[in-house]
């Protein structure tokens, strides 16, 4: 009579950090071979490495946004003080037809506080 083995499913071999010093290796199962080490499907480096230039273009357009979220309240102070101060901001202008002052609040209403 033949006896069943259960065959354990081999887990990925890649470590996962948990972003506060800590590391563990990764539970998931293996479904792919990569030289010689099986990984899950999340830390395939085939797909990784295919996935890079989209989520470089997505750390670059976080830093972008943090950058212009940082410089806002300058840009706010600083447009708010030329509204409040400059001679001539209520002159009508001759091409757009509107006031200095009310181009400024257009473009303070596009500045997040
Ligand atoms: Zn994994």
């Not at 989520?55 to 509204?83: S, V, Y």
């Amino acid at each position: 009579m033949n006896e069943s083995t259960i065959i354990k499913p081999a887990r990925c071999f890649a470590v996962v950090h948990t972003g506060s010093g800590f590391s563990h290796p990764c539970k998931n199962n293996a479904k792919v071979m990569s030289n010689g080490k099986a990984y899950c499907g999340v830390h395939d480096p085939a797909r990784r490495e295919a996935a890079r230039p989209v989520r470089e273009a997505k750390a670059r357009a976080k830093f972008a946004q943090w950058r212009a979220e940082a410089r806002a309240p300058q840009m706010k102070a600083l447009l708010e003080a030329i509204r409040a101060r400059c001679p001539g901001i209520h002159t009508t202008d001759q091409e757009s037809g509107e006031t200095f002052a009310t181009l400024i609040d257009n473009i303070l209403e596009g500045i997040d506080p």
